[in-house]
């Protein structure tokens, strides 16, 4: 079946510093999403991208959908203490039998204040 | 204003035991999805579906029963708890198969002894 490779696995950071966060995939998506866990809560949403090379922000949070449909990136700039938690990559087709999300296997973020 | 329900939030079973993992949802979403998370898997899908008396398997199936005679709820049944189902369970849901718009539950922490 499809798999996302995510990267790094986990990362410990100072406060203030910038984070970069990647996604590749053996095959091509239509959609690129990014979720957020925080500890003892479920994924929320943060960024859904639909279209090849679109950039989108949200506050301090930039993603890209890569040019190739394989992959995505996900920045946070200036990081704060409340950044902390798990960072899923989440990949959607449309149509036929697919339509569900694959998930990839989180980066774990620390931040030091 | 619920969103996705889950119960219990935390469970202990012995092996052998059967348990029914609950979740409702009240945004009226055609979608339903439960999926488990293990340290350094990410999130794999259990079972989908797609409307009230249609459901289908997802990536790790075995072991796990549901069916969906509302659109409502959706439970997923453990027949006889093994250890290797161990995990803390997600149900989501979504307007629609494809649809990015993942609401996530908060988990149920099954411990299987």
């Known amino acids: 079946g499809q798999q996302l490779n995510q990267s790094p696995q986990s990362m410990f950071i100072q406060e203030g510093e910038d984070v970069s966060m990647n996604c590749t995939s053996s095959?091509?998506?239509?959609?690129w999403l990014w979720y957020k866990q925080d500890p003892g809560e479920g994924p929320v949403l943060l960024i859904a991208?639909?279209?090849?090379?679109e950039l989108t922000s949200n506050g301090r949070l930039t993603a890209q959908f890569g040019i190739t449909r394989k992959d995505s990136f996900l920045n946070i700039s200036a990081s704060i203490p409340s950044d902390v938690g798990i960072y899923f990559c989440?990949?959607?087709?449309?149509?036929?039998?697919?339509?569900?999300?694959?998930f990839g296997k989180g980066t774990k973020l620390s931040v030091k204040p | 204003n619920a969103g996705v329900t889950q119960t219990p939030k935390f469970q202990v079973l012995k092996t052998g035991q059967s348990m029914t993992l609950q979740c409702a949802q009240d945004?009226?979403?055609?979608?339903m999805s439960w999926y488990r998370q293990d340290p350094g898997m990410g999130l794999r899908l259990i079972h989908y579906?797609?409307?009230?008396?249609?459901?289908d398997q997802g990536e790790v199936p075995n072991g796990y029963n549901v069916s969906r005679s509302t659109t409502e709820d959706f439970p997923l049944r453990l027949l006889s708890a093994a250890p290797s189902q161990t995990s803390v369970y997600f149900c989501?849901?979504?307007?629609?198969?494809?649809?990015?718009?993942?609401?996530f539950g908060s988990g149920t922490r099954l411990t299987v002894v």
């Open positions: 989440a990949g959607l087709n449309y149509g036929g039998s697919q339509g569900n999300l694959i």
């Open positions: 991208l639909y279209k090849a090379g």
């Open positions: 095959s091509i998506f239509n959609t």
């Open positions: 989501a849901s979504s307007y629609a198969r494809g649809s990015f718009g993942y609401t």
């Open positions: 579906s797609v409307g009230a008396g249609i459901t």
């Open positions: 945004m009226n979403h055609e979608y």
